[in-house]
């Protein structure tokens, strides 16, 4: 199993073009999360999905948009990237089983840099 | 709402030394309590957990218990190694009643060993 993927691994943008990173999971999850990660910030839950067709916002949703058209597959879209939005991008899975999730399964990240 | 406290880093230890990384928590019922490692340059991945009042986790020679009396899951280990230097997040996962189940991180405690 290749457990949590994220594309890109880096990337570097100019203000106000848009990009959309891409998370995969083989684990048959139900829960896929989008944080972001920025130093003394901890980790900060950006959008979040509990199943296929399924989205709803986070701690810090603004500027971002999300999709989840396959139980596998989950996007973050940056419609006019700023540079606010420089910061290290986490993918992560986990599975529901009665009345809580369990732990989370994470991906390796991507760096984005907004010029 | 639920919240997780843990103490400020960075923890500065030479090898050998035992540890204690503090970590609190707020919340209603009886949620999942973990502790998630993150080596430089990568993802966050589990290290122990307890989902349960009076279980120990236990990985790699770290050990947390579950206090519920207290509602704490400080995480210890005898004796530090170079290789532990990480930064360490606590999180809970709440028993919800119903709705999603969002998982809630503390800010992280960095943990520096020297030789």
């Known amino acids: 199993n290749a457990g949590v993927t994220q594309t890109p691994k880096f990337r570097v943008l100019k203000t106000g073009q848009s990009m959309t990173l891409l998370c995969a999971q083989d684990?048959?999850?139900?829960?896929m999360y989008w944080y972001r990660q920025d130093p003394g910030m901890g980790l900060r839950l950006i959008h979040y999905s509990v199943g296929e067709g399924t989205t709803a916002k986070g701690e810090v949703p603004d500027g971002y948009n999300v999709s989840r058209l396959k139980k596998q597959n989950f996007l973050l879209g940056l419609e006019s990237a700023a540079p606010s939005q420089t910061s290290v991008y986490f993918c992560?899975?986990?599975?529901?089983?009665?009345?809580?999730?369990?732990?989370?399964?994470f991906g390796p990240g991507t760096r984005l840099t907004v010029t | 709402g639920n919240s997780v406290t843990q103490m400020e880093g960075p923890v500065t230890l030479s090898e050998e030394a035992f540890l204690t990384i503090n970590c609190t928590y707020t919340?209603?019922?009886?949620?999942?309590l973990f502790w998630y490692v993150q080596y430089p340059g990568e993802g966050l991945q589990l290290l122990l957990k307890a989902t349960k009042a009076d279980d120990k986790g236990s990985n790699k020679g770290f050990e947390a218990t579950y206090r519920k009396e207290t509602t704490s899951f400080h995480l210890e280990k005898g004796s530090v190694q170079v290789s532990d230097s990480a930064v360490y997040f606590c999180?809970?996962?709440?028993?919800?009643?119903?709705?999603?189940?969002?998982?809630?991180f503390g800010r992280g405690t960095s943990l520096i060993v020297h030789p």
């Open positions: 919340a209603t019922g009886y949620p999942s």
């Open positions: 999180a809970l996962s709440p028993q919800a009643s119903g709705g999603s189940y969002i998982p809630t």
């Open positions: 992560a899975s986990s599975y529901a089983l009665g009345r809580r999730t369990h732990e989370q399964y």
């Open positions: 684990m048959n999850h139900e829960y």
